[in-house]
Structure formats: structure tokens, C-alpha cells
């Protein structure tokens, strides 16, 4: 499976759209990339994933380059309940695990 | 989504002792189960993949005599941690795979946290 990286941490106030980034170059052809959340002591959650074009669902929208190289989590308008390990992650195989990288730590203030 | 409940949720045991955790997939069948182990402030680590009515594959550097795991039914995977050890305590966290409509996706349970006294 391709690498991601992704920054340690980000801050978003209350209200606004969280964005965060993924560098994904090495990305092959038929790789998804996915993105779950883990929140303190909590078991990670799934939240989107997408192939080449860009999705959307009620939790966030994934914008996916052309080249597939990186790709952008919006969560549009993030509440302090949205604090939490944001991981990217690109996979090959269907039916094979997700490996965790080090994740973007977000922390939605008031 | 579908739900995977994990039980105990929390568990305290001696040094020496065995203990079971039981991953479960709620409404849904799953063929694969995977089994992660976090420390504090670090990622999730894949220890092993669990395949209903076949041995489990293991990670490089997990021990397969301590860590005993069986996924005897589509819905059921259990790990078991043998002769447990302080450096054992963690938070151990199961998935399962599923098929739906959007495609491939992977459910975790609400994970269990294991302290080894």
C-alpha cells in the first residue's frame, strides 16, 4: 500500500470548514484513498472514501486531485465534536486491513 | 453504518492470567476481521488478519501463542491474550470487512482497554 502524509496537527474554530490535506504521490491506479477518525478512546469511524472523483457524504466531502496525488478532507462546518485523529489512508486490496499512519491531530475550539 | 460491538469494553487482570475479548459484527456477516493493538499516543498497529474457518495470519513481531485468535462464525472473532504481561496493557481494537453499497468498507468496534496488573 502507498504512504500518506498528512501534518501532526491542525486548529479550526467552531463553525468553519475544517480542511484537511494528504499527500498520497506514490498512489497507484487502483488504490482508494479512505479517511476514518478516532476520538479519544474511541474505536476509529469511518468517514468517506473515493477513487478519482470527489464525494460527498453527510459527514464530509473528499476532494481527490486529478492526479491523484493528494487528496482533501472538508468537514464544512466543524463543531468542538469533530476533535479528533483525522487519518488518511490508501489501500489496495478490498478485503485487506487499513494501516494507520500517524494521522492529523484537529482541534475544533470555540 | 454497520455497527461492531466489541466486549469486554474494559478489563483488569494479574499478571499470568488469560484473557478473552469478543469481537462481534452486529448486522451484517464478515468473512474477515482484523485485530489492532494502540499504545497511548501512537497509531493503531495491525496485529493480525482473522478469516472465518481458517488460521489467522499475523504481523511480523506479533506472537501467535500469545495472542490467540479464532473467527469460528461470520459474525464472531475472539482474541485471546495468554500468560498476560504489564507490557501487555493496551487498547485493543477489532474491525470487520464489508461489502456494501458503496463499495469496500471496514467497521471497527468500540475497542477494549486492557490493563495487565
Not at chain 1, 485523529?85 to 494507520?100: K, M, S
Not at chain 2, 497511548?40 to 485468535?69: H, R, W
Request: charge should be neutral; glycine fraction near 6%; include cysteine.
Amino acid at each position: 500500500d502507498a504512504k500518506t502524509t498528512q501534518p501532526p496537527s491542525m486548529d479550526c474554530a467552531e463553525g468553519r470548514a475544517a480542511n484537511l490535506p494528504c499527500n498520497h504521490s506514490t498512489i497507484s491506479g487502483n488504490e482508494y484513498v479512505y479517511w476514518y477518525r478516532q476520538i479519544h478512546s474511541q474505536g476509529p469511524q469511518y468517514i468517506i472514501h473515493g477513487l478519482k472523483n470527489n464525494e460527498t457524504n453527510e459527514m464530509a466531502s473528499l476532494i481527490i486531485t486529478e492526479d491523484r496525488k493528494s487528496s482533501t478532507l472538508i468537514l464544512p462546518h466543524a463543531t468542538l465534536r469533530d476533535t479528533a485523529v483525522y487519518y488518511c489512508i490508501v489501500r489496495y486490496q478490498a478485503g485487506t486491513a487499513l494501516i494507520f499512519g500517524k494521522g492529523t491531530t484537529l482541534s475544533v475550539s470555540s | 453504518g454497520a455497527v461492531v460491538s466489541q466486549h469486554p469494553s474494559w478489563v483488569i487482570c494479574k499478571s499470568g492470567t488469560s484473557v478473552k475479548i469478543e469481537c462481534r459484527s452486529l448486522d451484517f456477516q464478515a468473512t474477515t476481521m482484523f485485530w489492532y493493538r494502540q499504545f497511548p499516543k501512537q497509531s493503531l498497529m495491525l496485529m493480525a488478519t482473522s478469516n472465518e474457518g481458517s488460521k489467522a495470519t499475523y504481523e511480523q513481531g506479533v506472537e501467535k501463542d500469545k495472542f490467540l485468535i479464532n473467527h469460528a462464525s461470520l459474525t464472531l472473532s475472539t482474541l485471546t491474550v495468554t500468560s498476560a504481561h504489564p507490557e501487555d496493557s493496551s487498547f485493543y481494537i477489532c474491525s470487520a470487512h464489508f461489502t456494501g453499497l458503496t463499495g469496500d468498507e471496514q467497521y471497527f468496534g468500540p475497542g477494549t482497554r486492557l490493563t495487565v496488573t
